[in-house]
């Protein structure tokens, strides 16, 4: 069994899990033989796995093919997609303008809510079948939930949440971030292909994969008979103002230099006039100003929104690890030193309630 890497700990997932009393699809085991087997050569493809909810592609899904894209420039090994749902022929269609060579639409009723037990079946069986070299996954809270299962049905290994890679002599090395951010490891895979990493979100750019004509395939995703141990009930959504700040544009992060609460208008004036977010550095979320959702951070999110404008945020690591694969990064800081500044692409070093005014003032002009 190979060892699962998740945020700074490697476990072995048997022991951490429990053996399921029930083991999700009766090929499986028949499957597990055919990995190690030596006449079955595997292909030299990576398979990304797109995430859909609700008939809407995550965009996350476009970063990791960029990914993968990298990675088989370097190989040359092939890209191939898979999205699991189900009515979901349009997405793949949407996927496949990017240049890969296969898009599956891996269709089953039983995929139409997320559940993890029918994710594992029919990925499992459709990965059985394809072979692939490499499985990349967005590190999503989906992927997180149902990924470390996946390997563990498959018995191969898993680098999570993996920020680069490195293609030396042959042998193919993940970047992760060690210790809230302080170290980043290169890891590479125990066992047998096909290895599995998920790609934490702006590692790469998703606009940056290239376009061309993927095929589309429709595949009847294998499913276990039955009913399943998950019966889904309807998304749930903790409050209106809940907000998946990883698809956001636009964000506007506030830092302790924001000073008191009264204040923290001052950038929600300047997020609604861009159309973004608000989001804040931990002291702001632990204070109660913003709630925890909007923390940005090795404890919080991981962002890479277009524009990411960080208002009296001094730039510590276990901030600056969760949104510095943001495109552009403005930020506003009174001292010059400020450590933001290292990665900030337009520095202003000047008082936010000085600039923040003029700025709404710019803005709101500019749009008319
Ligand atoms: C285990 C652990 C996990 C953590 N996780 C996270 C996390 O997920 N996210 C996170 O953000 N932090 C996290 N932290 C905290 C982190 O180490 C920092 O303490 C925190 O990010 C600092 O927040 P800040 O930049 O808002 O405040 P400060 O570091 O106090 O910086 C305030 C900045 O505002 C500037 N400033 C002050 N007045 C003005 C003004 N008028 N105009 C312009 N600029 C001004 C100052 O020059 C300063 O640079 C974590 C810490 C630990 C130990």
């Not at 996350?60 to 960029?66: L, N, Y």
């Not at 470390?148 to 920020?163: E, F, K």
């Not at 506003?332 to 933001?340: L, R």
Request: glycine letters at 10%.
């Amino acid at each position: 069994m190979g060892p699962i890497c998740g945020a700074g700990e490697c476990t072995n997932t048997r022991e951490q899990l429990g053996t399921r009393s029930q083991e999700p699809g009766a090929n499986f085991e028949r499957m597990k033989g055919s990995f190690g087997s030596p006449e079955l050569r595997m292909a030299d493809m990576i398979l990304v796995v797109a995430e859909q909810r609700e008939g809407k592609l995550n965009r996350v899904s476009f970063e990791t093919i960029a990914g993968a894209q990298a990675i088989a420039k370097e190989t040359g090994w092939t890209v191939e997609v898979v999205v699991p749902g189900s009515g979901i022929a349009g997405l793949a269609q949407e996927l496949a303008r990017a240049a890969v060579g296969k898009v599956y639409a891996l269709e089953s009723e039983a995929l139409k809510a997320y559940t993890s037990d029918a994710y594992v079946h029919a990925l499992k069986a459709f990965i059985g079948e394809k072979q692939p070299k490499l499985v990349l996954f967005p590190h999503t809270y989906q992927v997180r939930d149902f990924a470390p299962r996946l390997a563990l049905a498959l018995d191969r290994t898993l680098i999570s949440d993996a920020t680069g890679y490195k293609y030396e002599g042959g042998a193919l090395r993940f970047t992760r971030q060690m210790f809230q951010g302080k170290f980043a490891a290169d890891v590479s895979f125990g066992g047998e292909a096909p290895w599995m990493a998920t790609v934490q979100i702006g590692a790469f750019r998703g606009d940056f994969s290239s376009e061309g004509s993927g095929q589309v395939e429709n595949v009847t995703a294998a499913v276990a008979d039955g009913p399943g141990r998950v019966t889904p009930h309807e998304v749930f959504q903790e409050a209106k103002q809940t907000v998946d700040l990883s698809q956001a544009e636009v964000i506007v992060a506030v830092g302790r230099g924001i000073k008191e609460q009264k204040n923290m208008v001052l950038a929600e004036n300047l997020a609604s006039a861009l159309g973004g977010e608000v989001a804040a550095s931990r002291p702001i979320c632990d204070n109660g100003w913003l709630p925890l959702e909007r923390q940005i951070g090795s404890s919080g999110q991981t962002v890479a929104p277009k524009l990411y404008i960080a208002l009296g945020v001094s730039g510590a690591i276990q901030h600056i690890v969760g949104m510095k694969g943001s495109r552009t990064i403005v930020a506003i800081n009174k001292d010059p030193e400020a450590p933001i500044f290292e990665i900030a692409d337009v520095a202003v070093v000047g008082d936010l309630f000085q600039v923040v005014p003029a700025l709404i003032e710019e803005v709101k002009k500019s749009r008319g």
